[in-house]
């Protein structure tokens, strides 16, 4: 290309770049957006596509450099005394079906046994918590990233929905209420000349520094669950949403108490049908269960409810056409097909990219380039293609052959055998298992530096595939060593940024076990294996080991590690270059052990196994129970056993084998009265 088109194409990115910036302040700092989402969506699109397009381009203020946007420093940072989880989401009856299959299982009822939901419509606003204690409202505080929101206490105290104290029975000495702050759409009428959207205009005036700006927008408020409380009296979500009402709070006209997955099919229907002529935004409907002893029961899964979750309203759906078939290699080594296709808008935003899943998904569809297809955008999920139109068909769209190579390396793909389902799984993966393998390489670093794993700040995908072409890193040891004399030298990299870059990275050096191991990027260890293998092998010492054992057949007493983590974890630790990574970074940071805050309970130092079907509970939430008690969970009969529990139908070989080992066999009563627990 020559000097003058590159020129040329630097201009229009910049050009767009300091839209895009402009916007963004409008947006986040003035909360006064000019442009509609669409707009902002094409402008984003375009970017990005240049980018990807010409390696040349980049800039720190790229959206694909900023990730969302920083807490206002206008507002104190506050923990939430009860993190803000977020909710998974279903979109027909079979997920439905499904999230009760699972919610019966983990409780050990009959698949006949009727749950009671709390169907709430899903309103779309800017959620805050509210914190009272003694019926007055002390301090509210927005959502922020669920761990930590931002101190609007005096802006929220400016919306009339919101009691400064509560009235009537049943109040708790302290309590969070968590709710949605939102606009009417018919009060947004007056408005839609400041705000792209009721809920942009929601968020500006929430995040406005000063109240009596607030105050002039008219916010609503409508309450529907609590984070922190002592001396809740309510026993279930009905009856807690009626203490809201009675308390002084705006609660959602159109909550229904629901019975069986057919009544809740026909009242996402009916609530979606009458959705227009609603005169706020909602999107869906949150399902809870109803009980408050079985969403206890229940519990959390990594960062939401194993009790609730938000049936989206139906998808938007267009039409467009396959540019192209792109195959993408994860750190993993999966192979997976990217449809590029002709920008379309759908929703509001623009999409030029659509999942195609796997090899057997485009064998299935057959799924050609040239193809007209239906995409579909459901909620917030990654666009997908639907089906093909076959009838637009050109009779010279060829079908697509699926790699049996690797696009990055070389290498041949192979597809694992699920010894479980004695079948091959849908995914074709590169055969690498290390850092030969340059997309792989890159995946793994992207996937070290993430918010779960290091979260460096300031060091996001872009500029890890930036830095991967200016050759400054290889490996995740590299980051460690940058060299910072030539990242200032670069465009867009000024004194203090590099400072910024490299204070972030120094202080990322000390890290947890869990973390660390969990950032490495072994296959089928995520965060909850992590944190298990650290619990279990205390220090980063015993981690590191694990370099010269040949025999991992420990680990399996570990519950919740089984034979597929184990195989993964001698792949890994049998890789010289992964060992090679291992011996770097160990030079370089302060691993830490994991920080366990456990209280000393009737269990406590207590080993349990069980076998056989419990009564009235599930083996999971036996576990979980024991767990809670401090006691530990093991998986094998061995003198590290102290409790063999005994349900229905019995292993008789276990049985045998504790009796041997003079280990105590206890029934499911026995161990209720362990912890003081009469029944389930």
């Known amino acids: 290309?020559?000097?003058?088109?590159?020129?040329?194409?630097?201009?229009?990115?910049?050009?767009?770049?300091?839209?895009?910036?402009k916007y963004n302040k409008l947006y986040y700092q003035d909360s006064n957006p000019i442009i509609d989402d669409s707009e902002y969506d094409i402008l984003k699109s375009e970017i990005i596509d240049l980018e990807n397009k010409?390696?040349?381009?980049?800039?720190?203020?790229?959206?694909?450099?900023?990730?969302?946007?920083?807490?206002?420093?206008?507002?104190?940072?506050?923990?939430?005394?009860?993190?803000?989880?977020?909710?998974?989401?279903?979109?027909?009856?079979e997920d439905l079906i499904n999230f009760e299959k699972k919610i019966l299982n983990f409780?050990?009822?009959?698949?006949?046994?009727?749950?009671?939901?709390?169907?709430?419509?899903?309103?779309?606003?800017?959620?805050?918590?509210?914190?009272?204690?003694?019926?007055?409202?002390?301090?509210?505080?927005?959502?922020?990233?669920?761990?930590?929101?931002e101190d609007i206490t005096e802006n929220l105290n400016t919306i009339k929905d919101i009691p400064k104290f509560l009235k009537g029975k049943n109040i708790p000495s302290e309590i969070d209420i968590r709710g949605e702050v939102f606009i009417q759409n018919s009060d947004f009428m007056n408005?839609?000349?400041?705000?792209?959207?009721?809920?942009?205009?929601a968020s500006g005036s929430l995040r406005q520094k000063n109240p009596e700006k607030t105050k002039k927008i008219p916010l609503k408020f409508i309450a529907y669950t609590f984070g922190f409380t002592k001396n809740l009296l309510a026993l279930n979500q009905f009856e807690f949403l009626k203490n809201l009402k009675e308390w002084g709070f705006k609660v959602n006209k159109y909550n229904r108490l629901i019975k069986g997955i057919d009544n809740l099919i026909q009242n996402h229907s009916d609530l979606q049908e009458i959705r227009n002529k609603i005169d706020f935004d909602i999107d869906g409907i949150v399902y809870k269960i109803n009980e408050f002893n079985l969403q206890k029961r229940l519990g959390f899964v990594a960062n939401a409810p194993r009790w609730a979750v938000a049936h989206k309203f139906s998808s938007n759906k267009s039409i467009s056409k396959i540019l192209k078939i792109e195959i993408q290699v994860g750190r993993t080594g999966a192979l997976t097909p990217v449809a590029k296709i002709k920008p379309v808008n759908i929703g509001g935003v623009l999409v030029s990219n659509a999942s195609l899943h796997n090899e057997d998904e485009i064998d299935r569809k057959d799924i050609r380039v040239g193809d007209v297809v239906t995409v579909e955008r459901a909620g917030d999920v990654?666009?997908?293609?639907?089906?093909?139109?076959?009838?637009?068909?050109?009779k010279n769209n060829k079908k697509f052959n699926f790699p049996k190579k690797c696009p990055s390396c070389g290498s041949l793909t192979a597809k694992d055998f699920n010894n479980i389902t004695k079948k091959f799984d849908a995914v074709r993966r590169c055969i690498n298992d290390g850092y030969d393998c340059e997309k792989m390489s890159i995946e793994k670093i992207k996937h070290f530096v993430s918010k779960e794993a290091f979260n460096i700040d300031g060091f996001g995908k872009r500029i890890v595939e930036k830095f991967w072409d200016l050759k400054l890193i290889r490996y995740p040891q590299d980051i460690f060593n940058l060299n910072y004399g030539k990242i200032s030298k670069l465009e867009g990299w000024g004194k203090l940024s590099v400072a910024n870059l490299k204070y972030s990275i120094e202080e990322k050096k000390n890290i947890s076990l869990s973390r660390f191991i969990y950032s490495i990027g072994i296959r089928h260890i995520g965060q909850e294996s992590a944190k298990l293998l650290s619990k279990n092998l205390v220090n980063s010492k015993s981690f590191f080991n694990l370099t010269q054992k040949k025999n991992f057949n420990e680990?399996?007493?570990?519950?919740?590690?089984?034979?597929t983590q184990i195989k993964s974890l001698q792949n890994f630790f049998s890789n010289e270059k992964n060992l090679f990574v291992l011996d770097r970074l160990k030079a370089c940071l302060n691993i830490t052990n994991e920080e366990i805050i456990s209280k000393i309970g009737k269990l406590s130092e207590k080993t349990f196994m069980f076998t056989g079907k419990l009564n009235g509970i599930s083996r999971a939430e036996a576990k979980s129970l024991v767990e809670?008690?401090?006691?530990?969970?093991?998986?094998?009969?061995?003198?590290?056993?102290?409790?063999?529990?005994?349900?229905?139908?019995?292993?008789?070989?276990?049985?045998?084998?504790?009796?041997?080992l003079n280990i105590k066999v206890i029934s499911q009563s026995e161990l209720l009265k362990m912890i003081d627990v009469k029944d389930f």
């Open 1 to 21: 290309m020559k000097k003058e088109q590159i020129e040329n194409i630097k201009k229009i990115y910049q050009l767009k770049i300091k839209k895009f910036k």
């Open 555 to 563: 680990l399996l007493n570990i519950d919740g590690i089984g034979e």
């Open 54 to 93: 010409y390696s040349f381009l980049s800039s720190k203020e790229s959206p694909t450099v900023i990730v969302g946007y920083k807490p206002s420093k206008n507002f104190k940072k506050v923990k939430h005394k009860v993190a803000m989880l977020s909710l998974n989401n279903v979109f027909d009856r």
């Open 191 to 201: 408005l839609k000349e400041k705000f792209a959207n009721p809920r942009n205009a």
């Open 107 to 149: 409780l050990s009822l009959k698949s006949d046994f009727e749950i009671s939901y709390s169907a709430e419509p899903k309103i779309d606003g800017i959620s805050a918590s509210l914190f009272y204690k003694n019926g007055k409202f002390i301090q509210g505080l927005s959502r922020g990233d669920g761990i930590q929101g």
């Open 628 to 660: 809670k008690n401090s006691g530990k969970i093991i998986s094998n009969v061995s003198q590290k056993l102290d409790f063999l529990v005994i349900g229905d139908n019995p292993t008789t070989r276990k049985i045998n084998e504790a009796k041997d």
């Open 382 to 394: 990654i666009p997908r293609v639907l089906s093909v139109d076959l009838k637009k068909r050109d």
